[in-house]
């Protein structure tokens, strides 16, 4: 059964410094990895998707990368802004024939003035 | 604008009142999904829709209904709810299942059954 981990559980940073966060899975059988991002009382928002066969995907200050044969992922936000401020999920699509997504429970993020 | 529309936004009802959370898709789009976010437990599918007509079971289907007569329409229907199901309950949509399709999501609804 395919498990999803997120290091840390919240993480607070003062504005401007650049910040990475981790996301692991057990089972490397995947399609692809998304981040979204969780704003309280809003639904998600997709970040980033890569695909099983990409190592990277870059979108303005957001960078996330994958290693699909170690299980892990990372979100590197450059240059923090309060307006990162958020919780910020993975999610593995698994190749069951059908779209399933397996999150995992999420990085609180603060980044302070 | 393209986007999920789900209703209501907050529900506050009592054990074994039936209700039904409806959620819209305007994007065309074939593949519907629900689930719902638990503290601790991170978002978990309950049903998934591959077609009008066609729905199948997520991870945690015990005591939820779904239909989907309609392609832009996937409401998730509570015949009897009981506490366990207080939630935070996303609807999900995408063109297809193909991993190259984002889903994207809902603005969620909050549940508390009493």
């Given at each position: 059964k395919q498990e999803v981990t997120q290091i840390p559980a919240a993480l607070s940073v003062p504005e401007g410094e650049n910040l990475v966060l981790n996301c692991s899975f057990?089972?490397?059988?995947?399609y692809n990895l998304q981040w979204f991002r969780q704003d309280p009382g809003k639904g998600l928002t997709s970040l980033l998707l890569i695909q099983s066969s990409q190592r990277e995907q870059t979108s303005g200050r957001l960078n996330a990368s994958l290693d699909k044969s170690s299980g892990r992922s990372t979100l590197y936000i450059a240059a923090?802004?309060?307006?990162?401020s958020a919780t910020y999920l993975c999610a593995v699509l698994m190749n069951t024939g059908f779209q399933k997504l397996v999150f995992g429970t999420g990085t609180r993020l603060l980044v302070s003035p | 604008e393209a986007q999920v529309t789900q209703n209501p936004r907050y529900l506050i009802t009592v054990t074994g009142k039936k209700l039904t959370v409806t959620c819209s898709q305007n994007?065309?789009?074939?593949y519907m999904s629900w689930y719902r976010q638990d503290p601790g437990l991170g978002l978990r599918q309950i049903y998934y829709s591959m077609n009008v007509e066609v729905t199948d079971k997520g991870d945690v289907p015990e005591g939820y209904k779904v239909s989907r007569k309609e392609k832009r329409n996937f409401p998730l229907i509570l015949e009897s709810p009981s506490p366990n199901q207080t939630s935070l309950y996303f609807c999900a949509s995408s063109?297809?299942?193909?991993?190259?399709y984002e889903q994207y999501f809902g603005p969620g609804t909050r549940l508390t059954v009493t």
């Open positions: 057990t089972d490397s059988a995947i923090s802004q309060p307006g990162d | 994007m065309n789009h074939e063109f297809g299942t193909s991993s190259y």
